[in-house]
DNA sequence: TAAATAGTGTCTGTGAGACACTATTGG
DNA sequence: CCAATAGTGTCTCACAGACACTATTTA
């Protein structure tokens, strides 16, 4: 019997065939004026899917964790680090990129105010309700559509509902399975807005209260009652003492700091 | 400039090194009395880890889908399919094996009565709390215990609060990260059951209220007030019109059906 | 000074948490 | 027939949902 660093030391590579593995991240912001929602995509310049948009993303290296890879990814394409950055789901179906066998570990990055970040991309406003999912590009005129359809499936003995972008219609589509990683990221987020502090990740270090509801208002996709929201962050949230401009409208409201829970 | 097709017949697949992917399944039972959590966890008979305990699973093989890698283990290692089995999280820090560089998608699978289940590893009881998690298996008189701390970290403007099992301590360990794989298992398990109808998958066709909250103290790790519990379930569940024998005791109890939500 | 929007008071319904009680069953 | 436990009634509190109102600010 060998011991375990001498088993380490002869050990050779698995002869089984390996697959690639990447993470792409859906990098959401908002525009200066909390009233659309804005995703990263870039325009692919090589086959396969040349001329459609990506999520940005790439390769893990040996040596460094998903995390760090899809940190990575970000700074070189945003410029922006120290974010919220958090792995959603892992892709795998094989066929889902037709070069070869390739995994994805999808990650949501969260980075405020949009407008003053640069990249080599384009901000796409996206825009999801029970209908379909709609990514649109002013930079370059580009309008992506997807109709998505409510999709019932069993796991064990209970049946789950899941949205589903159908692949059907002309016009610009996403690279690989990016919408379904873009879908399950804004459910995700959804869920966590209403149940964590997320949303501090996307206003500035001090805000206004109607400015945070209307980041709440354009995740969550339904009006809510100013008293009742006012309830819930109350206890999460100080006063500065100061009155600065809302950025959905132009009088002075209280100006406040995210203090935690 | 060639076309997609001329690509992908040229293409060549990339010559950075790749990872190896494996499926790692944390799989949960209860025992006939629904008085303990089992996990199934398997005595490893190879280098690295020789002796050491570890989580069922294996490598991903080309042409198969994670979620069908894990179902595929599942089969060979219990005999049982169609059963919840859903993916956790993906573990990926360099490292974690020390053979090479391989990554893990953790599933979770659930069953019901462990006792049916035949197996070449064991069931060990499983428990958690706010100091320790504890894993005994009368079969072999093995005992796994690792304190656990709760661990602050932030993600973007955010802190979260996290469950850390600490390595320290002597005796019988578990093989790679599958302390954190369980650990982050049993917290989703946990969020699950709170908040979805996972339980009626680890409880058989039908089954008694009295039953049915013994489950759920047990993977929650609290009482529940009678009252509460059954108000909860009630819309969710249908009267068979018999009267059966509780596991929980030995007094008859009306018979339940789940109807779904 | 008027329209718009910041900000407050309060009512309702629902669900979790809690406790006290009655009904039924096995030994 | 009695101890144990199945099963019910009801009170409280926190919070989401809803609406009506007052205060303040810019045009």
Redesign the interface.
């Known amino acids: 019997m ?1 011991t ?1 660093k001498e ?2 030391e002869q ?1 050779t ?2 002869i ?6 990447t993470t792409d991240i859906l990098v959401l912001g908002v525009d200066e004026s909390f009233s659309r929602l804005k995703a990263l995509l870039i325009k692919r310049d090589e ?4 001329g459609f948009y990506a999520l940005p993303g790439g ?9 760090q890879a899809a940190g990575r990814k970000l700074l070189e394409e945003t410029g922006v680090k ?6 959603i ?2 892709f ?3 066929g889902r990129d ?4 390739v ?1 994805s ?1 999808a990650y949501l990055a ?1 980075v405020g105010d949009v407008s003053k970040i640069t990249t080599s991309g384009e901000w796409f406003d996206l825009s999801i309700d029970e209908e379909r999912i709609r990514l649109y590009s002013d930079k370059s005129d580009t309008e992506i559509v997807y109709p998505i359809k409510e999709k019932s499936f069993k ?5 789950y509902k899941n949205l589903v972008a159908s692949d059907k219609g002309k016009g610009v589509k996403l690279a690989f399975d990016h919408v379904e990683i873009i879908i399950e990221s804004i459910l995700k987020l959804r869920t966590f807005f209403e149940n ?3 949303a ?2 996307m206003v500035g270090e001090t805000f206004t209260l109607p400015d945070l509801q209307a980041l709440y208002e354009l995740v969550l996709g339904k009006k809510l009652y100013k008293t009742n929201f006012r309830a819930l962050v109350a206890p999460r949230i100080e006063a500065t003492g100061e009155k600065i401009k809302s950025a959905t409208s132009n009088k002075l409201s209280a100006e406040y700091r ?1 203090i ?1 829970s």
């Open positions: 060998i375990e088993f380490l050990y590579d698995s089984y065939e390996k697959p690639s593995v086959h396969p899917y040349l390769f893990i290296k040996k040596g460094e964790s998903a995390y120290d974010i919220y950055l958090d792995q789901y892992t795998t179906k094989p037709p070069r070869t066998w995994m570990i969260l796991n064990g003995r209970i049946s964590s502090d997320l501090f990740n995210y935690g």
